[in-house]
């Protein structure tokens, strides 16, 4: 090969990597549009909270190198830590790989380049893992012979990263066998427990993807819902994780801070009202959609009040499983959480404008209550 022709294969590699950089750019920023219209709520309890949540991720992290003490603990801690990476790429993996553009791609690029561009766009839009690696880097020798399972970890994160863009039924069918490899029921060491992740995650990528589909009908309003969760995940995937991060805060602060257990447990219904009812923006589309067809069917009226079922179910079994969690049952604050769900409901449905600004006062309120 002349070096004229190496030249000009170079010089078409850069000219495809910054395309798919401008791409890459283009689509985040599209994104960040999209959110922009949840105007006050994205501003006001979302922008609030990222200092937060940058401190709970290197709390996350600490959690993990220092779990010899607790290693089983240390292991949820990571797997949870893994949920949330996964959940945070599955968003921007359109924009990772610029899917809508990916048949265009294969015209003017190999294969070869299209992967190699989707890993260094993975790489820059981690950080999870480039948290992992500012950590790792303030690492002594001496201290790295001491957590080998950080290692493993982080490797594992690349390797997730790699499966969340490529198959991600793996990442179903793994984290589902690694919560069960938990329930272990003898203590292993962190480097066991990282180990098994690693072995269990790298398994499931030669797991086939099981077709649900073809396995069910719709028949019935519940089978129509059932048949789109499944097919729609993400809405209820993303949801259950930033309810995981809840209740995670809520152990970490219950445990400095006892004496706070009202208003902790009112700040969490607060956000467990927030992840449920906003799950109604996402019904609603699909009630606009489907609407004619349930109607020449003569079902319009029963449809569109299962429309507000999931969400009403979603804020049920986060209360429950919060109420398990911390064995604290009160039924007072399940009346006003579940009230305040069917009120914010009630403003996505009518006046979505307004959703950010009613749930703000309904929280102000409540914590006035509690004191």
Not at 160 to 189: D, Q, R
């Given at each position: 090969?002349s070096?004229?022709?190496v ?5 078409q ?51 993990i ?29 359109s ?12 015209t ?11 890993i ?7 950080g ?54 938990l329930?272990?029921?003898?203590e ?72 706070l ?61 919060y ?49």
């Amino acid at each position: 090969m002349s070096f004229a022709s190496v030249k000009g294969k170079l010089e078409q590699y850069r000219a495809f990597m910054s395309y798919r950089y401008l791409a890459y750019t283009f689509e985040l920023k599209q994104l960040l549009l999209q959110l922009k219209s949840f105007g006050l709520i994205f501003l006001v309890v979302l922008g609030s909270s990222i200092l937060g949540l940058v401190l709970l991720l290197f709390l996350g992290l600490g959690k993990i190198i220092d779990s010899k003490d607790a290693p089983a603990y240390g292991a949820q801690i990571a797997l949870f830590y893994l949920l949330l990476q996964s959940v945070m790429l599955s968003a921007i993996k359109s924009a990772i790989k610029n899917s809508k553009q990916r048949l265009f791609q294969h015209t003017i690029a190999c294969p070869s380049w299209l992967n190699i561009a989707d890993i260094k766009l993975l790489l820059i839009s981690n950080g999870w893992l480039i948290a992992s690696l500012l950590i790792a880097l303030d690492l002594t020798w001496a201290q790295w012979i001491k957590v080998p399972h950080f290692f493993v970890f982080m490797f594992i994160q690349l390797g997730l990263g790699i499966v969340c863009l490529y198959k991600l039924s793996a990442l179903v069918y793994g984290f589902t066998l690694s919560t069960l490899f938990l329930f272990t029921p003898f203590e292993l060491s962190p480097l066991i427990y990282h180990l098994g992740f690693a072995i269990i995650f790298l398994l499931s990528v030669f797991i086939p993807v099981i077709n649900i589909n073809g396995m069910t009908s719709v028949r019935s309003l519940f089978s129509f819902w059932f048949c789109y969760f499944i097919n729609h995940n993400w809405t209820l995937v993303w949801r259950i994780s930033l309810l995981l991060c809840v209740f995670m805060a809520s152990a970490e602060l219950l445990e400095k801070r006892p004496d706070l257990v009202n208003i902790i447990g009112g700040v969490a219904v607060a956000f467990i009202v927030l992840f449920s009812s906003s799950l109604q923006f996402d019904c609603t589309k699909v009630h606009g959609q489907h609407r004619l067809f349930f109607k020449m069917n003569q079902k319009a009226r029963a449809f569109y009040i299962s429309q507000f079922m999931p969400s009403m179910l979603l804020f049920l079994g986060a209360f429950i499983a919060y109420s398990i969690t911390f064995e604290r049952l009160n039924s007072t604050l399940l009346s006003l959480g579940f009230v305040w769900c069917l009120l914010q409901v009630y403003f996505v449905q009518k006046k979505p404008a307004h959703y950010a600004l009613v749930w703000i006062i309904s929280n102000v309120g409540l914590l006035a209550l509690l004191n």
